[in-house]
């Protein structure tokens, strides 16, 4: 391939390009990126053609044509957009020498190379001591404006903020470095806070994305804001943060449709907490919820409301997908269950009830090889399924995908088919969900025309098949 006119400062971009192979590694994988936005920058604005490259054979003969969307494809095969976390240096090192072809394959490799900023602060010491936060060397730039950073900051669609919640307690520093850095991405999508402390700026900040749609918070806390409690109101003995309905109805403005919650060492802890009203607010246009703790769901459905038996205020009319994590050690195993109706009224048009489950660790054991203190042989999944069919109460009508998860159900499918039979699981969609089309239990798949339970593939099962 040959593009004519870039003489001299196409040889000087093509020795940074090569330059920067030197290290190039993951660990210094930003670091090589910021380098690179410079020379990209540097590249935008030279007299590069839009076309696609000419063909030529190595006597001079023209090649024919190759239309766009092959080089498209081509591209596709080396990173193929959307692959977040899976670049690697070959194929970095490929999309960037790319860049220097023409427009097009610029346009091409920088929204590849571009997608997705990891942003991790770190403590940096001075000459005196005294610690201050830094953000990793492409967001600095960016946050400080820099015309290369922010010109390639404009190719990213999913933001990961890394933090330290608990150094994070006193975080207006921190805050603003990231809302200036949040601002300067005006194209992201997806964004990711990960053990941050995230504060109502961060909310407020998020509704000036207009194309975001995917927000994620894992392990992460959230600032309670200093509010006048005497402007709060709310009925049934509730109370409502107007600041936080605001932020809420915002989202539902913006058109937010991915919620995710992974949270293991902080859940929220009441119907009136901000955050959850903010959340719960943003209910109307979310397609998909994501929560690993049962509480947290619960929460949400009451928004608003300080008694636990009061009617749900919060409803979820787009919700198609929820993932549920359940805990390890269950001080009553049918808890989840006490509000199933609650829980099916609060999403009307759900298609598909993921719940990922974490048995005891010697709950196989004593099931297995038998108990002597007269404890069944498992009946822990069974008594699971007959929960879900009692205490549903209400039809799931479009419910189609229900899967229930395990990682140490591999080693005992067995066990499992023999105690989930076929007349349990018609009852299921006799009485709870009429247009199922799959069910999974561990590495069983059951299908009503079926009728039978066959072994998945799969025999592995990964959280992070649920919790991205």
Known sequence: MTCSGLGTATIQSLQVIRNLRVGFSREHHHRSLSLLSACVYVLYHMALPWSTPTRQTDTGAVLPFIPNEIYIEIFDSVLPLGRFGEQDAEAIDTLMRATLVCRFFYHLASSRIFESLVVRLDDQSNATGANHVALDSWAHAIVAGDP?????????????????????????????????????????????????????????????????????????????????????????????????????????TQGIEDLEIADHHYVLDSPTEWACQVLATASQTLRRVALTDAKSLTLLIHAYNTRWDAQPTCHFPAVREVHLQLPSQYDDELRMFSEARTCAESFPALERLVIFVEWPRDMYRRNLCGNSRGIRPLDSPRKFAHSFIKAAGVRMQNLHRFEILDSRYDSTYMFFKRHITDDLLHEMVDKVCPNLEYFRFGPLEWTPHLGSWKRTMKSSIDRRDIFE
Do not use: Y
Not at 157 to 169: E, N, Q, S, T
Not at 198 to 209: D, G, M, Q, S, Y
Not at 219 to 241: E, H, K, L, R, Y
């Open 148 to 252: 290369a950073a922010v010109n390639a900051a404009a190719h990213v669609k999913r933001g990961v903020l890394i933090g330290d919640r608990h150094r994070d307690r006193k975080p207006d520093d921190i805050i603003a470095r990231r809302t200036r850095l949040l601002t300067q991405l005006p194209n992201i999508e997806r964004v990711e806070f990960v053990n941050c402390a995230i504060a109502p700026a961060h909310i407020a900040v998020l509704l000036e994305l207009r194309g975001l749609r995917r927000i994620a918070a894992r392990d992460c806390s959230w600032v309670q804001p200093d509010i006048d409690m005497a402007n709060w109101t709310g009925d049934n003995g509730g109370t409502v943060n107007p600041s936080a309905v605001a932020l809420g109805e915002g989202f539902s």
